[in-house]
C-alpha cells in the first residue's frame, strides 16, 4: 500500500499523544525520564 508519512504537528501530537499513553502509561513514564522529543510518525496512504 503506497503512503505518505511526516511528523504530527503539535495539535496531531496532542491527540497521538493522548490515544499512544492511554493505551500504553509507560509512555507517561519514559517521557518524565527523558529530555528529548519523542516524534509522533503519521503515515497516509494514498
Given at each position: 500500500?503506497?503512503?505518505?508519512?511526516?511528523?504530527?504537528?503539535a495539535?496531531?501530537?496532542?491527540?497521538l499523544?493522548?490515544?499512544?499513553v492511554?493505551?500504553?502509561?509507560?509512555?507517561l513514564r519514559?517521557?518524565?525520564?527523558?529530555?528529548r522529543?519523542?516524534?509522533?510518525?503519521?503515515?497516509?496512504?494514498?
Amino acid at each position: 500500500m503506497p503512503a505518505c508519512s511526516h511528523e504530527a504537528d503539535a495539535k496531531e501530537y496532542e491527540e497521538l499523544w493522548s490515544i499512544a499513553v492511554g493505551r500504553h502509561p509507560d509512555y507517561l513514564r519514559y517521557k518524565e525520564m527523558t529530555t528529548r522529543h519523542i516524534p509522533i510518525v503519521v503515515f497516509e496512504s494514498y
